[in-house]
């Protein structure tokens, strides 16, 4: 029974740490299959992160503060839509521009708002994002470690499956996934390239942005400078991990949560290892999935390129 | 076509500051103050020049770094854990190992840089092996760094007793410039009645800024006038007409990498011998990696144009990091300015739009008096 426990615990971590990066990986696969690459997931989800945890702070409800961060995020992904879609700039190099904007604009908010400080006030524990099953399983039980998770977590599998969905068994989908294989064929079928491209940048933007209120007004309870540090780019990498799917990314930000969970199940054992070296296991069995697993990955067939109507 | 270029720099740094003034006033700041303060935070004192050149330096070598991969079709996003890398074995290299003054810091130099290529080598290894991407690589290898830095800096022997840093490198590394001779009795008198040498010599000033420069015209020449360049080029701009063209790809991959990241292990390098003496332990990453993205894009991914890139950004950080003690406006408003400086120079179609309705309405004038 104390091994199905410990067990239960390590997978309950590894989902808490996965749900925020699987919000952001999805944002990344909505976009990239419009053929949009964004690079700037990291600036959307600090963004989401500070915004969801100041609304939440101020208005006393987690939803509002998950809604606004959602909002944040798409606000900054707008941008990056205008700039990519509409003035063909080049997507990384907007990307990274993002991840400026994002991360100082919240910080620099954060400061203006909270007297300076770097961080938000924390949030009171029944302020946070509920566990709809809290009290309701056993205590110490497998299923109460595994199950007893914030609601962001259940949202973000059903969010995969809706994306899932979205993408592959609607039209609107198809549309979208036309516009990241070959946008020329799909205009001249009518579909209107710019309107889909900027309806998955924005989207992607608030995926993001719902990410890092999963981080900061779940995972933890408040925003800080450190919090998002590099959470973008490892869902960045899930996303092309999972070869642009949304289960694909899915399973990628379990095997990065599944990592981060033994670490501090290990961490919390009597085992004698240095916490620098247990902290390097996530990225480390990346590479080496990556390695043994997957081949040559490849995204959208128009992914990335700048695309301009009336080109003759 | 490059004057054009220059124009949209130029033009993507007035936008930016305009968006800064912006964001300052509308949190209730004064922009010209603000600025005032900054420019005054970088010229008005010789110490401070001192200061942002030698916070440009790193920036010059990682932005080197990532433009160079950059000419070769690899995205560099691995400049912050090949700086972490060069850093730790230029400290282990300068603490442990005892080399009379001059060679010492050469051998530290040229050990950094080899970690640097070693680490960044293997992700283009893993790339032109088994096709894995190199930006998921190099994201992952940067925290891999980050951490067996800490380790190493936590291992007893190499950790400096009740601080959370290495020990300090040797007299004998340092790459400061007239490092002993300012400290000594005839440097301090000579110093005494020369007020601008010695503001400029109070900060850390070393050789890091000349090791810089030189080595942003020897990419810029290799890249421009050099086989190897130019079959980096080729790689860069089409592999498939390039392996064509009987040029290995793969190869070429690997070492285009191992050169970046000797750049950014060099980088990390210079900053331990002229700067920081030391390895502390990071909580999060610095940036120096990251700023040098910033900085190539702001360059086009020119070599040379890094250096004044790098001053630039290195002035901005400076002089922005003023801001907080005088006016008490957050020090962030300078990453957002670089973030729209990036973003307007990300969308060069705009800013010609913008040139072209310029024009248009002075053709309108000439029609006017027809």
Redesign the interface.
């Known amino acids: 029974m104390e091994i199905l426990n410990d067990i239960g615990i390590i997978i309950g971590i590894s989902l808490m740490y996965a749900a925020p990066l699987m919000f952001t990986s999805l944002g990344g696969v909505i976009s990239e299959n419009a053929g949009v690459v964004n ?1 700037g997931l990291e ?1 959307m989800m600090t963004m989401g992160a500070f915004a969801g945890a100041a609304a939440a702070y101020f208005s006393g409800n987690p939803w509002i503060g998950f809604i606004v961060a959602g909002l944040a995020g798409g606000a900054l992904a707008l ?1 990056h839509a205008v ?1 990519c879609v509409t ?4 997507h ?3 990307g ?10 919240a ?2 908010l954060c ?2 708002f909270f007297d ?1 400080a770097a961080m938000t006030l924390p949030l009171d524990l029944n302020h946070k994002i509920p566990r709809p099953l809290n009290n309701i399983l056993p205590p110490d039980s497998f299923l109460n470690s595994v199950l007893n998770q914030y609601a962001t977590v259940y949202i973000a599998f059903i969010l995969v499956f809706l994306v899932w969905f979205l993408l592959y068994k609607t039209k609107l989908g198809l549309r979208i996934r036309s516009v990241g294989e070959h946008p020329r064929a799909a205009e001249t079928l009518g579909v209107n390239v710019y309107k889909m491209k900027y309806l998955a940048v924005i989207l992607s933007g608030v995926f993001a942005g719902f990410g890092g209120a999963a981080l900061s007004t779940a995972v933890v309870s408040n925003y800080r400078a ?1 919090l998002v ?2 959470q973008g ?2 869902a ?2 899930a996303m ?2 999972g070869n642009w799917k949304p289960q694909g990314a899915m399973w990628g930000c379990l095997l990065f949560g599944a990592a981060q969970g033994l670490v501090v199940y290990l961490g919390g054992t009597s085992l004698k290892v ?1 916490s ?2 247990l ?2 296991i996530p ?2 069995i ?2 080496i999935v ?2 043994v697993f ?4 490849s995204g959208p067939a128009a992914n990335g390129l700048p695309y301009e109507k009336n080109q003759g | 076509m490059k004057q054009n270029r220059f124009l949209i720099v130029l033009l993507s740094i007035l936008f930016g500051l305009i968006v800064g003034a912006i964001v300052l006033s509308i949190a209730g700041f004064n922009p010209i103050e603000a600025y005032g303060v900054m420019i005054k935070g970088v010229f008005g004192k010789p110490k401070y020049i001192s200061w942002t050149i030698i916070r440009s330096t790193p920036l010059i070598l990682t932005g080197v770094s990532v433009a160079f991969a950059f000419r070769t079709g690899l995205f560099n996003i691995g400049a912050e854990g090949q700086f972490i890398i060069g850093s730790l074995v230029a400290t282990l290299v300068g603490y442990f190992i005892k080399l009379p003054p001059v060679i010492h810091p050469i051998v530290a130099i040229l050990a950094g840089c080899l970690a640097g290529a070693l680490w960044a080598g293997f992700a283009g290894l893993l790339k032109s092996k088994f096709g894995i991407n190199e930006v998921i690589t190099t994201i992952m290898l940067n925290w891999i760094a980050l951490y067996f830095s800490n380790f190493m800096v936590f291992t007893e022997g190499f950790k400096r007793p009740n601080k959370d840093a290495s020990h300090k490198i040797l007299e004998s590394a340092s790459i400061n410039i007239l490092g002993k001779w300012k400290t000594s009795e005839v440097g301090k008198a000579f110093l005494k009645d020369n007020d601008f040498l010695r503001g400029f010599l109070n900060p850390p000033v070393n050789y890091g800024f000349i090791i810089a420069i030189l080595v942003a015209i020897l990419m810029w020449y290799i890249l421009k006038h050099t086989t190897l360049g130019y079959q980096l080029r080729a790689v860069g701009l089409n592999k498939d007409a390039a392996e064509y063209g009987g040029i290995n790809v793969k190869k070429n991959i690997v070492i285009s990498m191992m050169i970046a990241g000797a750049l950014s292990g060099l980088a990390g390098a210079v900053q331990v011998l002229g700067v920081s003496k030391e390895t502390a332990v990071l909580a999060t990453m610095e940036g120096y990696g990251f700023d040098g993205i910033a900085v190539s894009l702001i360059a086009g991914n020119s070599p040379l144009g890094c250096i004044p890139a790098a001053l630039l950004f290195g002035g901005l950080k400076y002089g922005g990091s003023k801001l907080q003690p005088t006016i008490g406006a957050p020090f962030e408003v300078i990453n957002i300015i670089i973030g729209i400086i990036v973003f307007f120079i990300a969308m060069p179609k705009l800013i010609e739009i913008i040139t072209s309705i310029k024009d248009r309405k002075r053709g309108e004038k000439v029609g006017n008096i027809k």
């Open positions: 690079i600036g941008l700039a003035f063909t700039a080049d990384v190099v907007s990274i521009a993002m991840n400026f904007i994002g991360p100082g604009l910080l620099y400061k203006i300076g450190s540090s590099g780019f490892i960045l990498a092309i991990f240095s620098q070296i902290a390097m990225y480390v990346t590479i990556l390695m997957v081949g040559e990955a």
